[in-house]
């Protein structure tokens, strides 16, 4: 009992709470208007607003229609996905350093991209999409079984470090393959760094059910994941079946952030930020910070993709790169922040 | 303890031991290597070499040397090329080469394998193998010139460089004023205000365009057209978005491909928004012609589709 | 687990390996690798050939071939595998963490990053600025990890925490300077993933000295090491400078790797393995670890590029590329094998 009294004890008022969502539901809004409207051709409130009025086909609300839309829906979900994904992962494993990287689901997507791009160079995007996905599924789910089999040893350990040998194997071959075809690979190098351009109406198709779905059934997990987080015993204690708990939400972050980085390559910290931000804007029920880090997630990745869009302007920097460079100092600040004592 | 550091001792002094004899075996291999023979002085980009009068046994560390060399009238012993000859190299040169030995890949080539051609002259690309220079040389006058990164310029400039190394200068001078003839008799024929080119290669829908720096768009513009990319980089390809083509909006367009079939790109709904698109101006070629054979040879390639698909008049 | 904890486990089951035979036959292996990986190559050479040239009465060209090529080579790859591996030891116990190696530490991307900005950014440097950016970036980001993660002391975990982000940072700087279209990208990729391609005795005379003098450092500081095993604040009790020797075993450790990433490139890896393979075999004391892991560390880099070698010459897989290859599922072999006991 005195582990659900410490949990109410470290929640803010709900006032608190009710605000912060506000105020994140609005920044989303302003990140998704910047979205649209900003890029090498500026579009202004109005023709946005005509356009979902009153469509009529001019070139620029074809670009938005059929460029910046689905980019932002990408975008959108994406940012989402990774968020929660990194927020269930983190209290699946207790620990504030993990991230659905951990698993192998980045290398193993990236590992099959790049052998899909040399082997079978006409390879349609859906193709594409479907093997990065089964490559970060595969991955994962060859991490979880060893990490399974290794028996005895503390678990988390053992899966950081299973996952930590098959990134690296996964790595190696995709280096292997990116080295020895050199001429074929020109296409898949920005992918590698995570990045949503180009990302259509096809991409959205595959995304947002997979995306809805995951996140609906993530937000059902709220409560199993916060007594998670305190423990297995505890959560034993309080009745949880603890296995069968693990297993579903592992099963949910593979989906979520394995369509993910599928759509959109590998793209970091979010996974790895995000839920620490909202755990320390509003606490540790896991019932409000998985839906706060959707919102969150999503504003955070659209504001880095309209960034992406002026580092090196006229051209643009790979997303993946923007969060990496915000996302750093974040997290070390974070880092010096945090006594050592404290649990995910 | 003791047994352990009596192998810790001897593992230190097998180490120095092995060195001892690599230092003195140099020496000897150094003092050797006087030849009698006349040699020539050749500059290049990481300084001077000196090269045998006439080399016979050439090795080749980037594909765009084999042209310049057969322009010369010699052979290559050895070539690095990825074992992958039938896809890097075009059919009727590697016909031509038959018989030469692989020295492994272009970006880490065998040293030992070009050791053992007993090579009279390496040439290699001056950005992949700078930092082997060293050790190239102590098999080989080396000289090291610009391929793989290599503008137009930078691609005639080779040709001729390959020319004086071999002794064959005024052969390759040939060569390279009938290429120079060849690309203004074109330009006359050439329509009078052909408008821009932007040539894109187009990787699983991904556009990668070619900036001035690259030699196919040098090729072009000594054929009067210009670059529709004109904000200015030192790289010589960046990617575009779909948005950003269509403000670019080039007259023609030029899609670099090595897959069947038509480019996906076609498939998204901005592209009707081209002008190229619309006025027929979209091009599909070959990425290897058009792309990979940095030689004048290449350029020569480049030229003749050139011509054929796009001096037809609007 | 603390010290206790290890030195009851290594007593209920007595010690399968007497170090010192371990060392024997280990040593003997690398001898007998050496030897192979002498005489095989693009022209593949019999012992006796190898014996009648180091005496100096052989064909010039094999002797030159062996001299020049192999021989520094396979020098580098078990001074390589010795630097490596003898500093994953040493960062795993400071840290107290299996899972550190000074990969994790932000070394290896801040020396990848160093490197790849050069080899992109300015293309017409030589060789050796490139060692000399490598090893400055590498030293570089690990001060500055180790300043950002100082608050009144270092707490390894808060270290861990911040290595682990500045390593992403960096892996992120170099994902992105690989993705601007460059000719070369295939450079930056090999020299990422680690070669010894093209290493002669020049690179070899300048990884020597840092290896020669700091493993034994290291090594005499270990018996200082396994008091520190013991927990801060035990050992503060037993009068010993933890800090003041956790820094200076810090330091050589990030210094002779930084000194190896900067002749061979990013070699992942070996850090991280081959500490819990030699732990396994002879226990936590580090008298008898650190010779144990340099010669296991030596013996799989130098397997690893005798592989890359004669896999398919004269084409030559990268030694870093076969390490991560090879060498992950093994680790996780080792792992499962031993947990079976």
Redo the contacts between chains.
């Keep these: 009992m005195k582990a659900v009294h410490g949990l109410s004890k470290r929640n803010k008022s709900p006032l608190r709470i009710i605000a912060i969502f506000l105020a994140v539901i609005i920044l989303l809004l302003i990140s998704m208007f910047l979205s649209i409207s900003i890029?090498?051709?500026h579009i202004s409130f109005g023709t946005i607003k005509q356009a979902i009025l009153n469509f009529d086909g001019s070139?620029e609300q074809?670009?938005i229609?059929?460029?910046?839309l689905p980019r932002l829906l990408v975008t959108t979900f994406v940012g989402a996905n990774l968020a929660v994904a990194g927020a269930l992962m983190q209290a699946l494993t207790r620990n504030?350093?993990a991230s659905p990287g951990i698993f192998g689901i980045n290398a193993g997507a990236s590992a099959a991209m790049v052998f899909l791009?040399v082997l079978v160079?006409?390879?349609?995007?859906i193709g594409?999409v479907f093997g990065a996905f089964l490559g970060g599924a595969f991955a994962a789910v060859i991490v979880y079984v060893?990490s399974s089999?290794?028996?005895?040893?503390d678990s988390d350990?053992?899966l950081?470090?299973?996952g930590?040998?098959?990134q690296?194997?996964l790595?190696?071959?995709t280096?292997?393959l990116?080295?020895?075809n050199?001429?074929?690979t020109?296409?898949?190098?920005?992918?590698?760094?995570g990045s949503v351009?180009?990302r259509?109406w096809g991409h959205v198709h595959v995304l947002v059910p997979f995306s809805i779905a995951g996140l609906l059934i993530a937000f059902g997990l709220g409560r199993a994941s916060s007594l998670l987080s305190l423990g297995d015993d505890v959560a034993r204690g309080l009745g949880q079946r603890v296995f069968a708990i693990r297993a579903f939400t592992a099963v949910v972050v593979i989906v979520l952030a394995g369509v993910s980085v599928a759509i959109a390559g590998p793209i970091?910290?979010v996974g790895?930020v995000v839920p620490h931000m909202v755990r320390y804007l509003i606490g540790v029920d896991y019932r409000v910070v998985l839906p706060m880090s959707a919102l969150l997630g999503a504003s955070l990745l659209l504001l880095a993709d309209v960034l992406s869009r002026f580092i090196t302007y006229?051209?643009?920097?790979?997303v993946?790169?923007v969060?990496?460079?915000l996302?750093?100092p974040y997290?070390?600040y974070l880092?010096?922040r945090?006594k050592?004592e404290r649990k995910a | 303890m003791n047994k352990k550091k009596i192998g810790l001792l001897a593992f230190i002094t097998m180490l120095a031991i092995g060195m001892l004899i690599g230092c003195s075996s140099t020496n000897k291999e150094n003092s050797a290597d006087e030849k009698s023979e006349k040699t020539r002085v050749v500059k290049h980009e990481l300084g001077e070499t000196k090269v045998k009068e006439n080399p016979k046994r050439v090795v080749v560390l980037e594909l765009g040397f084999i042209d310049a060399l057969l322009d010369a009238g010699i052979k290559p012993v050895g070539v690095a090329d990825d074992d992958k000859a039938e896809q890097l190299i075009d059919k009727d040169v590697l016909k031509e080469i038959k018989g030469y030995k692989s020295v492994g890949t272009r970006a880490q080539p065998s040293l030992e394998s070009i050791k053992l051609l007993k090579p009279d002259l390496i040439i290699a690309d001056s950005e992949r193998h700078k930092n082997v220079y060293k050790e190239l040389s102590k098999i080989a006058p080396t000289i090291e010139l610009k391929n793989l990164n290599a503008n137009y310029d930078d691609l005639l400039n080779t040709e001729l460089k390959v020319g004086e190394a071999v002794g064959k200068k005024a052969k390759v001078e040939k060569v390279v004023e009938e290429h120079k003839q060849k690309m203004k008799d074109l330009k006359a024929k050439a329509p009078k205000n052909p408008g821009n080119v932007l040539v894109i290669a187009d990787a699983n829908g991904n556009i990668n365009a070619r900036t001035s720096n690259f030699f196919t768009t040098g090729v072009l513009e000594q054929l009067g057209f210009k670059n529709a990319l004109t904000d200015p980089t030192k790289e010589y390809s960046v990617k575009m978005t779909m948005e950003q083509l269509v403000k670019a909006d080039p007259d023609k367009l030029i899609v670099m491909r090595n897959e069947k079939g038509h480019t996906p790109l076609a498939k998204q709904p901005l592209w009707k928004e081209l002008k190229a698109v619309k006025n027929n101006q979209v091009y599909e070629v070959d990425v290897f012609k058009w792309s990979l054979r940095r030689s004048v040879q290449g350029a020569n390639g480049i030229a003749d589709e050139a011509e054929k698909l796009l001096f037809e008049g609007k | 687990m603390s010290y206790m904890q290890t030195v009851n486990k290594t007593k209920k089951q007595p010690s399968r390996f007497k170090s010192v035979g371990l060392f024997i036959i280990l040593s003997v292996l690398i001898i007998a690798l050496s030897v192979i990986s002498l005489s095989l190559g693009d022209i593949n050479i019999p012992p006796l050939d190898i014996i009648t040239s180091f005496i100096g009465i052989g064909d010039p060209d094999l002797t030159s071939i062996l001299v020049e090529f192999r021989l520094p080579r396979i020098l580098l790859a078990i001074l390589t595998g010795v630097g490596l591996a003898v500093s994953g030891v040493v960062v795993q116990s400071i840290m107290r963490n299996p899972l550190a190696s000074p990969d994790t530490l932000g070394l290896s991307s801040g020396s990848g990053l160093a490197a790849v900005a050069v080899t992109i950014l300015l293309p017409l440097a030589s060789p050796s600025v490139l060692s000399a950016a490598a090893f400055a970036g590498g030293s570089l980001v690990f001060v500055i990890v180790y300043l950002l993660a100082y608050k009144k002391g270092v707490e390894p975990i808060r270290f861990a925490l911040i290595g682990v982000a500045v390593s992403a940072f960096c892996s992120s700087g170099i994902h992105l300077l690989i993705s601007k279209a460059n000719p070369n990208v295939n450079a930056a990729l090999i020299w990422l993933s680690g070669s010894l391609w093209g290493r002669t005795w020049d690179q070899l005379i300048g990884l020597l000295p840092w290896v020669v003098i700091l493993v034994p450092l290291i090594w005499l500081l270990a018996a200082r090491l396994d008091l520190i095993h013991l927990g801060d604040e035990v050992a503060r009790g037993l009068g010993a400078r933890v800090e003041l020797i956790r820094l200076v075993l810090l330091a050589s450790a990030v210094a002779m790797t930084a000194a190896v990433v900067s002749v061979v490139g990013t070699i992942g890896f070996v850090g991280l393995i081959i500490p819990h393979v030699a732990k396994r075999l002879v226990g936590p004391r580090h008298k008898k670890l650190i010779p144990i892991a340099a010669l296991l560390g030596a013996l799989f880099v130098l397997g690893a590029d005798l592989i890359g070698r004669g896999i398919a010459p004269p084409i030559e897989i990268p030694a870093g590329l076969i390490i991560g290859i090879i060498g992950a599922p093994y680790f996780l072999y080792l792992l499962w094998r031993e947990s079976k006991k």
């Design positions: 890029g090498s051709i070139k074809s670009i229609q059929s460029v910046r504030p350093l791009t160079p006409s390879v349609s995007m594409g060893m089999l290794i028996k005895g040893g350990v053992k950081a470090l299973t930590v040998a098959i690296g194997m790595m190696s071959l280096q292997t990116l080295i020895f050199e001429s074929k020109e296409g898949v190098m920005f992918w590698l760094t351009i180009g259509d970091g910290f790895l006229p051209y643009e920097t790979p993946g790169a969060t990496a460079l996302g750093t997290f070390i880092a010096r945090k050592t």
